[in-house]
């Protein structure tokens, strides 16, 4: 079991490993700033029709009332949303993604430099582009007649068509729509509308830009993406969620542990102040950390430990799906820039996706029950009564007030959720982050490799000692046992594989 070092104010999510003193410097400051936090706890609980906040104190969900928002509904289609980390793209081939629904094709313009984001779909038979292929010109090429596209999306060569006819790749029907994308925080962000007014949107409206990445006296923790079973708004109110740290990832994730502990995990009360939420998010405290909602699907957190020491936590939760999301996560520090260069980014990824995994089945099968029960008010069917579900209901009031109570899939899906799966299927590492992600993909690789390599000494070994007649016992002997511990290491390693890249199951119980 891979242990780490966290705060409780945060989803860690394994990078980040403070020392010891790192831990006391947190709880002198926790202690000392709780003493005034208890004094004047106020909790948000309802926003006024004109967006200011109101607070009363003791928390009370009842008041929490899912209304429609008076000044404008919030358009899904109207924002940045995240697509991949640029350093688990391509540049020698295109890639699809889905994002709210849209069937996307992310591929490299080597004549414009840049990323570009289409229609994963050709206007000729409607075949995936993601499928094909960028030519020697540098164009999107479909593969299933040739059809080839420029960075614009408009269609330069289309084989079928006679030179001495009529240009019908210049016609309208066979471009391919275009989305406006850009690069920022070593993110490929686009928006999700292709209408002609929105060409230029970059210009008037970016996506939510967070300065410690971009900070060179910040590491450089790269950035990592995993895909779950369970949809948008479970995923965003988990990441949110500080009380289930100490319980669903026991032995995972190790928090500041009070002086007296009414259970093994030592959870204890927690004061969390959500305000100035609006159609654009929310903002939280707890001390000393600050956390950002930027609607609709980034959250950040800022943690300061002690005077110089900070780092920064920064989650993307990006709909996919009814039932489907991604989180595409990372965490930059001002401290241990050498170590973070050092580590290959696929060591971080273990500790992360157990993390992950120690709560992926506790949040499908949620999702499936709150889906049972009914779309009416959310907190008629939870019940939270503490002030630790603060961020959680304060999302949840944001959905229903501004969101529509749920992501707008316009009509093209039901409201059912998929059916659950096998759980070897359910908790799959492989196709839901490593074959996303550059550097465990190439990880996988090599150790496959290596555990074919020391199969095949290991039987080259056993044979040439089987044959060899002018050897000693001794060397025969030696010869034998390299080729057992080969053996043993390719199961091992075999094992290791699995375990890591495929499937590693998690049982509470045990922990």
Not at 195 to 217: F, G, H, V
């Amino acid at each position: 079991m891979v242990a780490l070092r966290a705060t409780p104010l945060f989803y860690s999510i394994g990078n980040f490993i403070p020392s010891k003193l790192d831990n006391k410097l947190f709880l002198t400051n926790f202690n000392q700033k709780q003493k005034t936090q208890l004094s004047r706890s106020k909790l948000f609980t309802s926003v006024s029709s004109s967006g200011s906040t109101e607070l009363t104190d003791p928390f009370k969900p009842e008041e929490l009332e899912s209304h429609q928002n008076p000044d404008g509904k919030f358009d899904w289609y109207s924002h940045w949303y995240p697509i991949v980390p640029v350093c688990d793209l391509d540049k020698r081939r295109p890639q699809g993604k889905k994002v709210m629904g849209l069937d996307v094709v992310v591929w490299w313009d080597k004549n414009e430099s840049a990323w570009k984001v289409f229609d994963d779909s050709c206007p000729h038979r409607l075949a995936p582009l993601s499928e094909g292929r960028i030519d020697q010109w540098g164009r999107l090429q479909c593969v299933y007649h040739g059809w080839c596209f420029n960075g614009s999306g408009d269609c330069k060569f289309i084989p079928q068509a006679p030179p001495e006819g009529p240009p019908v790749h210049t016609f309208k029907k066979a471009c391919v729509a275009s989305y406006p994308s850009t690069v920022q925080n070593d993110l490929l962000w686009f928006w999700p509308n292709t209408d002609a007014q929105y060409k230029d949107i970059l210009t008037k409206k970016r996506p939510p830009y967070i300065e410690e990445i971009d900070d060179p006296s910040f590491s450089k923790m790269s950035w990592g993406n995993r895909e779950f079973p369970f949809g948008y708004e479970v995923l965003m109110e988990n990441i949110m969620d500080v009380a289930h740290l100490t319980y669903a990832h026991y032995g995972l994730i190790q928090t500041p542990l009070p002086k007296s502990r009414a259970d093994r995990e030592g959870g204890i009360p927690l004061e969390l102040i959500v305000e100035n939420i609006n159609i654009e998010g929310f903002s939280g405290k707890r001390e000393p950390a600050t956390n950002k909602f930027f609607a609709p699907c980034l959250y950040y957190s800022h943690v300061p430990l002690g005077p110089k020491k900070k780092v920064a936590f920064v989650f993307s939760c990006v709909p996919i799906s009814p039932g489907k999301s991604r989180v595409i996560w990372s965490n930059v520090k001002n401290f241990g820039v050498l170590w973070d260069k050092i580590v290959p980014r696929w060591i971080s990824h273990i500790s992360q996706n157990l993390i992950f995994d120690s709560d992926l089945g506790l949040l499908h099968v949620e999702e499936h029950r709150i889906m049972e029960a009914g779309r009416g008010p959310w907190h008629k069917e939870c019940f939270v009564p503490t002030k630790s579900d603060v961020p959680i209901v304060a999302f949840r009031n944001w959905l229903n007030k501004f969101g529509g109570g749920q992501v707008d899939w316009r009509a093209k899906f039901t409201t059912a959720l998929p059916p659950t799966p096998p759980r070897e299927q359910l908790m799959d590492r492989y196709w839901s982050h490593v074959v996303n992600c550059s550097s465990c993909t190439g990880a996988h690789k090599v150790l496959k490799v290596l555990e074919v390599v020391l199969q095949v000494v290991s039987i080259a070994l056993i044979g040439y000692a089987a044959i060899a007649t002018k050897q000693g016992q001794p060397l025969k002997t030696a010869m034998v046992s390299i080729a057992l511990l080969c053996f043993a290491a390719s199961k091992w390693l075999s094992h290791f594989i699995h375990k890591i890249f495929h499937y590693h199951d998690y049982e509470h119980a045990f922990h």
